[in-house]
Nanobody, 127 residues
Framework: QVQVMESGGGSVQAGGSLRLSCTVSGAVFDDYGMAWFRQAPGKEREGVSCITWNGAEIQYAESVQGRFSTSRDNSKNIVYLQMNNLKPEDTATYYC????????????????????WGQGTQVTVSS
């Protein structure tokens, strides 16, 4: 059974930083592109980032470009989302996901390629 588990969420003031971690078990980690999504209350889920199996290509949503960065360590089955200069509008539940592929030049529509989802971790940014 594949398990995707996020950690590292919390509360921070605007301008602060958080790092989310996500581990995958029960699957061959480097078979997957690893993605982050988020969903704010009353809003649709949106893609945040996706990193290909070997880390060679990374896509970000425009709203986080330059502030967020993702990386992975295939030897540890772990992927990270470093979030800097956080804004109140970044407040959401963040989900890690194992995807069949990342898409070229976008994270929109990526959710249809997701095979396994984590349960989410809350990030709250106060002004």
């Amino acid at each position: 059974q594949v398990q995707v588990m996020e950690s590292g969420g919390g509360s921070v003031q605007a301008g602060g930083s958080l790092r989310l971690s996500c581990t995958v078990s029960g699957a061959v980690f480097d078979d997957y592109g690893m993605a982050w999504f988020r969903q704010a209350p009353g809003k649709e889920r949106e893609g945040v980032s996706c990193i290909t199996w070997n880390g060679a290509e990374i896509q970000y949503a425009e709203s986080v470009q330059g502030r967020f960065s993702t990386s992975r360590d295939n030897s540890k089955n772990i992927v990270y989302l470093q979030m800097n200069n956080l804004k109140p509008e970044d407040t959401a539940t963040y989900y890690c996901a194992a995807a069949q592929t990342c898409l070229a030049d976008t994270v929109q529509g990526l959710d249809v390629w997701v095979d396994h989802w984590g349960q989410g971790t809350q990030v709250t940014v106060s002004s």
